[in-house]
């Protein structure tokens, strides 16, 4: 994902029968599969909020891609704005969903969904878009094509957007979460050095994270209402990393990205021991101890999202040989 910053239009991969996973001693949560939209061939989950909605995407069997909401026993598809493809990327405490989907004429545009229906955020019709992060203020991030093909960290806020700008000369940015206080977070590619960098923005100035000595390249993906940030240091391998007040703190050695934070100081992400051995899915309490996800095949699943109970969610590879979305719920008793 780090790479993406530099070639964006910003690649956009816009593309409850309950099944739980038996724990090893270890490990604090067990593994749940979200029922599968009717007429889906495979989902994803990719944020959930402390309600316990679930939100993320599915591939329909006539090859459409679709929202898809997950609440309580119930599955709703959010539908597109026009388009065959939409995907939901947050889901606020509010019930509010924010996204990216096709246009009828091809063009991806941020959406918000509310109340059963999907509105456009972009009033362009020419230009694409795309929204990853929402507070529980309403406020929305992601990125907005520019004329010159450029890509730009936007924010939408009381019906307005916000064009945050990027490094110049002619680089690209996006913004990928947002906390309640107005913090902004997300990557940008800085021309004059060659190098994508994890970035925040404060009140309109976009300022890169700190490094760590060996590494020339960082992601920031996810922040929570304390200002700690998620993120990884490298391309590939990469390094866990939190930033807080100035500071990053190393969560594990290479080989790891660490890719949501809750309220807690839980950090959710991937970690492997070798090159060469498949990916665990992790989680990193408050003081840094990590433990593991169950996932019925070893390195076949992704975390993309966790809340304040501590409920990840992402999608595994399960015996039928189908990506399915799934949350990773506490054990009891933990």
């Known amino acids: 994902m780090v790479r993406a910053f530099r ?13 739980a996973i038996p724990v090893q001693a270890a490990q604090s949560r067990v593994l749940v599969m ?5 007429g889906a061939s ?68 941020a959406f918000l969904w509310e109340h059963g229906t999907m509105y456009d955020l972009d009033p362009r019709a020419d230009l694409g878009s795309g929204a990853f992060g929402m507070n529980d203020r309403g406020q929305v991030v992601g990125f907005i094509a520019t004329a010159d093909g450029a890509g730009h960290a936007a924010l939408w806020d009381q019906g307005r ?18 906390n309640d206080a107005g913090m902004i977070i997300g990557g940008a590619y800085f021309p004059s050095e060659d190098h994508n960098l994890a970035v925040f923005w404060r009140d309109g100035v976009l300022t890169p994270f700190p490094l760590l000595a060996g590494h020339e390249e ?10 700690q940030v998620a993120g990884a240091l490298g391309s590939f391998p990469s390094q866990a990393v939190v930033w807080h007040a100035g500071a990053v ?11 949501a934070i809750n309220d807690r100081g839980e950090v959710a992400g991937l970690w492997r021991a070798t090159p060469s051995s498949p990916v665990i899915l992790s989680v990193w309490d408050q003081h840094g101890k990590r433990s593991e996800l169950p996932v ?5 699943g992704d975390i993309q999202g966790m809340n304040n109970k501590g409920q990840v969610v992402g999608w595994a590879l399960l015996e039928d040989g ?10 009891e008793g933990n």
Request: charged letters at 10%.
């Open 7 to 19: 070639r964006l239009g910003l690649a956009l991969a816009l593309f409850i029968a309950l099944i």
């Open 322 to 331: 189908v990506s399915h979305a799934v949350v990773w719920s506490r054990a």
């Open 249 to 259: 703190t190393s969560l594990a050695d290479e080989l790891s990205q660490a890719k």
């Open 161 to 178: 957007v916000l064009d945050l700008g990027a490094p110049a000369p002619d680089g690209n940015s996006s913004a990928l979460d947002i």
């Open 296 to 300: 019925p095949f070893a390195g076949a």
């Open 218 to 227: 960082s992601i920031a993906y996810s922040v929570n209402n304390r200002g």
């Open 42 to 109: 495979q989902s994803f989950a990719t944020a959930i909020n402390d309600r316990g909605q679930i939100v993320g995407y599915a591939t329909m069997a006539n090859g459409e891609t679709h929202a898809i909401l997950w609440d309580k026993q119930d599955i709703y598809d959010l539908g597109t704005l026009g388009g065959t493809i939409s995907q939901a990327q947050a889901v606020n405490n509010r019930g509010q969903i924010v996204g990216t989907s096709l246009t009828s004429s091809g063009i991806s545009h």
């Open 34 to 38: 979200l029922g599968m939209p009717q």
